[in-house]
Structure formats: structure tokens, C-alpha cells
């Protein structure tokens, strides 16, 4: 075991957990995050993305230790309200259907867009590939990101 110190979603955590601990199952297990999903466990599926200093992330597969004193951002972190307009536009397009893989979803959305304020559709399927929705709401995912690509402009 070790103390590793944390800042997610803007406030500083201490927790005390081996090295080699997944951060999702640090958020889950010792921050009751549980917004973040598992999914394959093999950084496969995309339902465990966050962002680490900005950047999407597999949080299954991304041992604590290695993430230490960096800024981690959660689907809980993303918006103090819930507004952020990916997650407004997830409403207006009624993408989630089993809802398990949204939350990786829209943080692999935000950070790509973050990097690309105005995509293509190719862009777009390209920054989504890794990202798996078992009930297939693949094109309500991509017009959601391209309402929320317009209205963050």
C-alpha cells in the first residue's frame, strides 16, 4: 500500500491503495465516483474514459500510480449542473438507450473536442471508434456531438 494524492474533479484526495490499483477503481471503490463505468478491463470499450490533464483517458487500465499529482476529471466533474453541452445535446437527441456506456462516451466526446472545436463527420467517427455503444446509438451520438460542436462555438 501506498498514499498517493489526487485532485479529481477539482478538489484534493488522499487515498491509500497499491500502486498498481486502476484509477477506476479508486474513483468507484474510495472516492464513490461511480459515474465512470467498467466495462472490458483491457482499455477496449471506452465506458472507463476520463480525462487526465485534459486528455481522454482508459481509467481501467491506468494504474494510480501513474496519475498521481495530475488533474482527473470525471463524468461528475465535466459540469457542476449537468450542462455542459455535449451532456444538454445527449438530451436533445435522446442518445442513451441502456445509458452504461454514455459517461465514457461523452468524455471521449468533450476531450476530442476540446482538440477539434469544428469536426468532420469522418472526424468524428474516427474519435469515436474506440468508444463501444452495445445498443448501437452510434448516429445519435455523432449528432449530438455536432449540436454540441455548434453550440460551444
Given amino acids: ?12 484526495h488522499q487515498v491509500e491503495v497499491a500502486p498498481d ?15 465512470t463505468k467498467f466495462g472490458c478491463g483491457m482499455a477496449q470499450c471506452g465506458a472507463c474514459t476520463i480525462h487526465v490533464d485534459g486528455n481522454a483517458m482508459r481509467s481501467c487500465s491506468v494504474p494510480v500510480q501513474s496519475v498521481a499529482d495530475k488533474s482527473l476529471t470525471t463524468i461528475e466533474g465535466l459540469s457542476d449542473k449537468g450542462d455542459h453541452p455535449l451532456q444538454e445535446a445527449w438530451i436533445e437527441h435522446d442518445v442513451p438507450q ?21 469536426p468532420t463527420d469522418e472526424e ?5 471508434n474506440g468508444n463501444i455503444c452495445r445498443c448501437g446509438t452510434y448516429l445519435r451520438i455523432k449528432a449530438a456531438i455536432k449540436t454540441a460542436a455548434k453550440n460551444m462555438s
Fill in 21 to 35: 490499483t486502476p484509477v477506476l477503481w479508486v474513483l468507484r471503490d474510495h472516492l464513490q465516483l461511480v459515474g
Fill in 98 to 118: 441502456c445509458g452504461y456506456c454514455q459517461a465514457g462516451q461523452i468524455m471521449n466526446a468533450a476531450a476530442f473536442l476540446k482538440e477539434n472545436p469544428n
Fill in 1 to 12: 500500500m501506498a498514499t498517493f494524492n489526487l485532485k479529481v474533479n477539482g478538489k484534493e
Fill in 124 to 128: 468524428i467517427a474516427t474519435a469515436m
